[in-house]
């Protein structure tokens, strides 16, 4: 029950900042939008089981679905990488502001 | 043939894209770039003969068992669009080299990644690695936008931001397809959508995630916004291949995922004709040659919808082929708009005026792209809009009918207006002193020249490319064969 109200409530804070005013927020808000669709992601492989997806470690019954761990692994590097690449459009826009350069 | 040719259009680029990061050095840049994709088309002909003789090749990645592994699989319709897209970054490529905007070392590697991610989400049949891709595809995009969009630092922002959302969406539709199905191969997918409204719920966001990409309305909003502030080579490049591979996954996953169901029909009717109408009054509105095909680009989308809404197999054998001319068309007009931006200084209707007495080739090159976007025989525009009316037509679909007729004189008006301002009439006095500059008008003028002889060609001998189209919707209409190959 734990990971549909996480989804909750990371959708409902993601969709909020990204409403707001001011791109530092909206990059907040796709952090959290982000995070709710790996949550996601993550759930679809079955939340009761969670022992580790290694032969001979866990009883085949009881192992995690792996499938969906690589995804989400997949999926975090590209937000991550698409995160920091909006970082960093905001902070050439802000030191352009400071030198005078082009504003708008 | 071996299957492991299929890696090819995507490892290559990829590789030489991490080999021209080493090179210095212009010419050497343009000619990798160029020969890659040049291997790349070779491998598409391949392919889609393959596709043509009944057979779908397939590779299955890493070596894994069926249902693990991630499967490429080309049938005519991926090879096709494959070959097609291969051309874009060809023409686009060289267009940027005769503007001079591959003098960024970065430049020439960025668009081979964004090919390589195209290729790629054109030849996977696995809806996560179709998300990668995408992701591999936007990326450079992203970087190409926002270096380029000098003029309007804002259109950076929109791009991004809309582009993170997108596939956020469609990241959480593959993981509520996941959850209900269990699998995001599309081959064990087939025909999920009637299992349940789980499945047609899941599948729905991952469509709306693709929808926003094509820039379907109601969520075309970014791409007039974002698409002119761009350079002039990078809306080029743009036009014909981002959007298109949203317009790809639609038709995909409604052909697979949905088997094409008849209940959500009026659905991507109503969408196609909202797209088709507001895109057509947004580009009769604007201001500067690239806003008008920006509006316009979003307007021919919804035809390609038209075709699949119908989901008959004349419908979906015109949309394959109105697709197909259509990207080529357009980006000869982008090209148009881009030279006449550099030659002299502003794509603003209001700006220029005249360029036919200056400009004779680029006059008639525009007005055989133009002629061919609003549908005029003989050329391919026309036989693409015929072959979607008559299948709409055959359905006693007459109402959409009309909206698409009206929609393409709406187009013939939006064009004719930016003939007549750009074109026709008086050159203003700064045209006629830029006219006398010398430049290199024959280079800028090839790409486009190149480009404009399939809509001609296609219009008079449309048969080679009407056959195969019809063998690409025949595997659209009947997806048996290939979910045998992407399973097996």
Redesign the interface.
Known sequence: MSAPVLVGVLVAGGVFLILRRGMVRVVFGFVLLTHAANVLLLASGGTDRRRPPLVGKADPALMADPLPQAFVLTAIVITFGTTVYLLSMIHVRRSEERAGGPSG | MSGAVLVLPVALPLLAAGLLSLLTGRRLRLLLGTAVNAGVLLVGGLLLKEGLDGRIPTASIGGWPAGLAIVLAADPFSALLVCVSAVLVLASLCFAAVCGEDGDPRFTSLVLVLAAGVYGALLTADL?NF??FV?VML?PS??LL?VGS?R???A??VY??VG??A??VF??G???V??VAGTVNLGELAGAAERGPAFALAGALVLLGMAVKAAVVPFHGWLPRTYPQASASVTVLFAGLLTKVGVYAIIRVYAVFFAGMQQFRWVLMAAALATMVVGVLGAVGERTMRGVLSFDLVSQVGYILFGLALFTGLGLTAAVFFMVQYVLVKTVLFMCAGTVENLYGSDRLDGTGGLLRHEPLLASVFLVAFLSLAGIPPLAGFVGKLGLLQAAVAEEKYWPAAVALATSLLTLVAMLKVWSRVFWGRPSSSVTALAGVARARSALLAPALVLVVPSVAFGLGAEPLWRVAESAAGGLADVSAYVRAVTR
């Open positions: 996560f998300f990668v992701e990326v992203y970087v926002v000098g309007d630092p804002a950076g922002r991004v931001t993170l959302l596939s956020t990241l959480a593959v993981a509520l996941y959850g």
